[in-house]
């Protein structure tokens, strides 16, 4: 089985920096597309970032552009997301997914919270 387990939420700062983490087992990252998604309380789930770990290929929504970068380490089959400058807008619960053609794996999700 596809495992992902999604870790480094916190309670930072408004302009702190967070780092998430997504570790994958039962498979190799080499065969997904790697992303984020979150979800603020009362919202729809939204697509973050994603990773093509085909040729590095990387999409940010808007909101997060120049703020966020993901990431991936091939050697520990490990995604990140490196959360610079937070706002109070990108608290959430954050997903880590593993997306192929065929198969769509979820992690747990991890609670980032900013306060002032």
């Known amino acids: 089985d596809v495992q992902l387990q999604a870790s480094g939420g916190g309670s930072v700062q408004a302009g702190g920096s967070l780092r998430l983490s997504c570790a994958v087992s039962?498979?190799?990252?080499?065969?997904?597309?790697l992303g984020w998604f979150r979800q603020a309380p009362g919202k729809e789930r939204q697509g973050v970032s994603c990773?093509?770990?085909?040729?590095?290929?990387?999409y940010y929504t808007n909101s997060v552009k120049g703020r966020f970068t993901i990431s991936i380490d091939y050697g520990k089959n490990m995604c990140y997301l490196q959360m610079n400058s937070l706002k109070f807008e990108d608290i959430a619960v954050y997903y880590c997914?593993?997306?192929?053609?065929?198969?769509?794996?979820w992690g747990q999700g991890t609670l980032v919270t900013v306060s002032s």
């Open positions: 997914n593993a997306e192929s053609r065929t198969t769509n794996y």
């Open positions: 990773i093509d770990t085909s040729n590095g290929g990387t």
């Open positions: 039962g498979a190799s990252i080499d065969d997904y597309a």
